[in-house]
């Protein structure tokens, strides 16, 4: 039987576009870096057995050959891993490897196989497999070669299919065809002639002379040149000819007598990207008469409104008339502004308005009225009356607010695209470089630069600090130019660290520019300076808030003097439609923030006025509430809703928990709101963050100490320590918030401390002490009627019978508790009694059923972003799968468990983990490589107090003497336990996530 039958073509692999592997309908998982992606497509791209030398030269031209073979084997790994039963295509063939395509479903493969054959039919085939270019987000130095021929290959096939179809008279698909090849190739001449003759021969005469007027500007430009002679005289004979069979005579003759403009500023350097935005502006230009860029200042609306009046003015008759009113503060002088532009004189008899009617009532203009924003009144007035008298004028403005008249189109100008957050240093490198420089922010940073120093050049050691900069500076244009032109006397890693005086920071704008373009400050001021007061306060009084509100907490928080609570929608829409907040949807509610720039200056205002204080208050006392109230939600049917709603505020509640320790540190706002939150870090994974935010308010010593506010807070701390493995501290806060809590009174902070120190005593092994103290939340639970903590207790009880081998009394506890839960509906805590159920189900020997109750417990926890629940269910699944002899699978449910953990700091967690992925390399026959992660997850457990219980213990130790039996050498398997015990964590974890290969 061939191999292609045996895997029954369940491989998929697609290079062209995005690089794409399933099995079967499924993706493959996900790889460990780019490289693996690489490696595959290599593989592909070259068919036949390639040399492991040359592929790890190829891959890592940097490394020392050594230290290159060593990461392609690692990488080989991590295929082979993702592969599974595809796993034996990767076929070694000593020093070189071959990646076996028989019956693999592969789009390069089917595109070359149809090139070779080149008749008709195989070249359809050809250009409907190539979906996008080969490798796309690849920049690796040996992709270029690969990536060029095939879109050659590609841009010839669809020539010979179009003059195929224009030889048979079929002029729509020759035109079809020869877009294709310009949609990748637009400096392709020969293909632009073509197109437009093939648009001519279907009478499409416009669509012909658009094709030349693109191809001109996109060679003036990219190249800086102009149309080769044969493209333009095939453009004046289509010209002309259209010219001739213009039906319209008046027309014609309104068009042959016009008096032509062209009035547009000659910028000073290049305009950087905005190629998407260029297209979108043009298109929406043709299908309204009155088009508007709005957008924050120094986003780039007069630079762009500049080039779109280049690349239009030869689509209008009468050309193109810039207009700038920035210096301009009288209404009465907008209109003689526009006559001016236009060349017009004063008559006494009409008024300016009248003169520009009579001037462009025939005429086919493009009116281009720029920085408008502090005379929208006049502007829209003198819009609305010329759209009116003249039928073929269109008018494209600049304002940071719309004008607000019918028929106005509004197109907001984004901000330039900037990179996103590196996630470790390891990234810097040149793959970041070459992906990185294609972030437009990023690009107009070094070409400003460059024009300052003419040696600058981004380099691996200053990447992330010229994306850091163009983050921080929300991809505004001008913000950018004004950074960039500290490159004289800083380096960019200091730009970037003075960023938070940025308005300090950023001034020396070119003399020839609008003042308030010369510092960021002049900016920004304009805006502020065109603000009535009630729009003035609130936009102070917005920075108070961290990356961005809802109009409920708007009204809350901000309310009050100028400020009618009544008013701050409209106030709220007043500083959207101005260009000063942003508003976008996120799910089925409106969210509002300000730009980082925007709120460092509202800021700035708010502490000039002294009232910082006084909002910073209010803004902590709104989300105090707001946690109080979420925190009885986490444990109930709507949890998901609350968990998300916390999520979306997670940086106010960062920024009113900073507020409260630094300002407030009397009182107990802090410990309330951190007291509140400590399920929701606990759940979305924030342990690390909310125990040290806990610890904080808890060392405080001015707060009252014996209050039910500290007893929760050390409850949470409790939890938060637990989570991390810290079982001592975690003992020491569950016994304080006890004595607290029966000091007070306080029956459920009594009972929550019990079931806490219930489980610190069972983790660390204590059994007996741990039923003692789960019996008695138990009875304190029953008195008070919590049905929610009734079924806690019942599930640690069932813990507890559970690990010293009560297997009834065990499953009688859990089935009891997880009733309960489900007549409450408490989510958690069903997913939680699940996977007790089915961990209890595998260590009966029902497989069967305790992967299907546990399936069930990771879906629940997934759906509901439960990440630490999500690692234990995954540690448990793979426990299970491994014994149903799936080692490749449970392989990667522990893989994908201790990375959960290891970025959770959950110590216990990852010794689990650990544990799991030798007992795999132990069953693949691997015990030198078991043994060394056993030894590192023993050291750990030691370390942090987490003895395993004794029902795990028995399985455990079968699975090391198993192993010591298979090596049939106690001394090196020994020696690798020991070398595992010297290892850090960090070690052990990059051990483990190499898969063992001779």
């Known amino acids: 039987m061939s191999k292609a039958d045996v895997h029954a073509r369940t491989l998929k692999l697609r290079l062209f576009g995005t690089f794409q592997a399933c099995l079967g309908e499924k993706p493959l998982p996900p790889l460990r870096s780019r490289k693996g992606d690489w490696l595959l497509a290599l593989l592909v791209l070259r068919g036949s057995a390639v040399s492991r030398l040359w592929l790890a030269g190829t ?54 196989a149809a090139i070779v054959r080149a008749d008709e039919s195989s070249l359809d085939l050809a250009v409907s497999v190539y979906c996008g270019t080969l490798l796309e987000g690849c920049y690796e130095e040996w992709v270029t070669l690969e990536r060029s021929s095939r879109e050659q290959a590609y841009l010839n096939a669809l020539e010979r299919l179009a003059e195929s179809a224009a030889l048979r008279g079929d002029s729509s698909v020759a035109v079809s065809r020869l877009r294709a090849v310009v949609a990748v190739d637009p400096l392709r001449e020969s293909t632009q002639r073509a197109l437009m003759k093939a648009l001519a021969d279907i009478g ?184 009116a008298a003249c039928p073929h004028l269109r008018i494209l403005t600049t304002s940071r607010q719309p004008l607000g008249i019918a028929g106005e189109s509004v197109w907001p100008v984004p901000p330039l695209a900037v990179p996103p957050e590196a996630q470790s240093v390891v990234n810097r490198c040149k793959d970041l470089i070459a992906e990185y420089v294609e972030y437009e922010a990023v690009a107009l940073f070094v070409e400003r630069a460059q024009q300052i120093r003419s040696d600058f050049t981004l380099t691996v050691h200053n990447v992330e600090a010229v994306s850091q900069v163009c983050r921080r500076l929300d991809g505004i244009p001008l913000a950018i130019e004004l950074a960039a032109a500290r490159v004289r006397s800083l380096t960019v890693e200091d730009i970037d660290s003075r960023l938070d005086e940025r308005f300090q920071l950023l001034t020396g704008g070119s003399r020839t520019a609008l003042p308030r373009h010369q510092t960021l400050r002049s ?174 308010f808890l060392e405080n010593k001015s707060v009252q100490p014996r209050s039910t506010s500290r007893a929760k807070a050390l409850y949470g701390a409790g939890n938060l320590a637990s989570q991390q493995g810290d079982n001592a501290s975690a003992r020491v806060l569950f016994e304080e918030s006890l004595v607290i809590s029966r000091e007070i009174g306080e029956r459920h902070c009594i009972a929550m401390s019990l079931n806490g120190l219930g489980l610190v005593e069972s983790r660390m092994g204590n059994y007996v002490g741990a039923q003692g103290h789960y019996e008695d939340s138990l009875a304190m639970f029953r008195q008070i009627g919590d049905q929610r903590g009734i079924a806690l207790a019942l599930n640690n009880l069932g813990d507890i019978a559970s690990k010293q081998g009560d297997s009834a009394g065990a499953h009688s506890l859990y089935s009891e508790g997880l009733a309960i839960r489900r007549e409450i509906a408490d989510v958690w805590g069903i997913a939680n009694s699940l996977g007790n159920l089915g961990t209890l189900a595998f260590e009966n020997g029902d497989l069967s059923s305790g992967r299907e109750l546990l399936d069930e417990s990771l879906t629940i926890r997934r759906e509901i972003g439960d990440r630490g629940g999500i690692a234990w269910c995954l540690i448990d699944l793979g426990s299970v799968v491994s014994e149903q002899r799936d080692f490749a699978f449970a392989r990667r449910l522990f893989e994908e468990s201790m990375t959960i953990e290891r970025e959770l700091g959950e110590l216990p967690g990852v010794a689990e983990s ?72 960090e070690q052990a974890i990059e051990l483990a996530t190499l898969r063992y290969e001779e």
């Not at 065109?530 to 003035?536: A, I, K, S, V």
């Not at 963050?689 to 904080?696: F, S, W, Y």
């Not at 007992?919 to 026959?925: F, N, P, Q, R």
Request: charged share 30%.
């Open 523 to 696: 900016l920004v001021d304009w805006s502020y300076d065109l603000l009535t007061d009630p729009e003035r306060a609130l936009f102070c009084r917005l920075s108070a808030f961290a990356g961005g509100w809802t109009l409920e907490a708007a009204e809350k928080v901000c309310a009050g003097g100028p400020v009618d609570q009544r008013e701050v929608l409209d106030l709220l829409t007043s500083l959207t439609d101005k260009s000063l907040v942003a508003a976008e949807t996120v799910g089925p509610r409106v969210r509002y923030r300000l730009l980082e720039t925007m709120r460092q200056y509202a800021r700035d205002r708010m502490v000039a006025s002294g009232d910082v204080i006084r909002w910073r208050d209010r803004h902590l006392a709104f989300f105090v509430t707001l946690a109080e109230a979420a925190e009885p939600h986490l444990v109930a049917p709507d949890q998901q809703k609350w968990l998300d709603l916390l999520e979306k505020d997670h940086d106010n509640i960062r920024a009113a928990l900073q507020w409260s320790r630094e300002e407030r540190s009397a009182d107990e706002s802090g410990l309330r709101l951190s007291g509140a939150l400590w399920r929701f870090w606990v759940v979305r994974g924030y342990v690390g963050e909310g125990r040290a935010r806990l610890t904080g």
């Open 59 to 112: 891959l890592w031209p940097e490394s020392e050959e050594s230290r290159a073979l060593l990461y392609l084997r690692r990488e080989l790994t991590y295929i082979r891993k993702a592969l599974g039963e595809e796993s034996d295509r990767i076929v070694s063939t000593g020093r070189s490897l071959h990646l076996d395509l028989a019956g693999v479903d592969c789009d390069v493969a089917q595109f070359d």
């Open 204 to 387: 499409d005469s416009a669509a012909a002379i658009q094709v030349y007027r693109d191809l001109r500007l996109c060679l003036r430009n990219t190249l800086n040149t102009e149309a080769d002679p044969e493209t333009t005289l095939a453009f004046h004979r289509i010209h002309d000819s259209a010219r001739r069979r213009t039906q319209s005579a008046s027309q014609a003759t309104r068009t042959s007598r016009e008096p032509r403009i062209t009035r547009i500023p000659v910028p000073l350097t290049p305009l950087i990207g905005r190629s998407q935005e260029m297209w979108e502006v043009r298109q929406r230009l043709r299908k309204s008469r009155l088009l508007t860029l709005t957008g924050t200042g120094g986003v780039g609306k007069t630079r762009l409104a500049i080039e779109i009046a280049e690349a239009m003015k030869d689509d209008f008759a009468g050309g193109a008339c810039f207009v700038e009113l920035a210096q301009f503060n009288d209404p009465a002088l907008v209109a003689r502004e526009v006559m001016e532009a236009l060349g017009l004189k004063s008559d006494a008899r009409r008024t300016p308005v009248e003169t520009l009617v009579d001037r462009l009532a025939s005429s086919d203009l493009l009116l281009v009225l720029d920085n408008c924003e502090h005379l929208v009144q006049p502007c829209a007035e003198l819009a609305g009356s010329l759209l």
């Open 914 to 985: 650990l544990n799991g992925i030798a007992s795999v390399e132990a069953a693949a026959a691997n015990p030198l490589w078991a043994a060394k992660i056993w030894g590192a997850a023993e050291r750990l457990r030691e370390e942090i107090s987490a003895p395993m219980p004794p029902i795990e213990r028995l399985r455990y130790e079968a699975q090391v003497a198993t192993a010591r039996t298979v090596l049939r050498d106690n001394s090196a398997f020994d020696a690798a336990w020991q070398a595992g015990r010297a290892m850090t964590i």
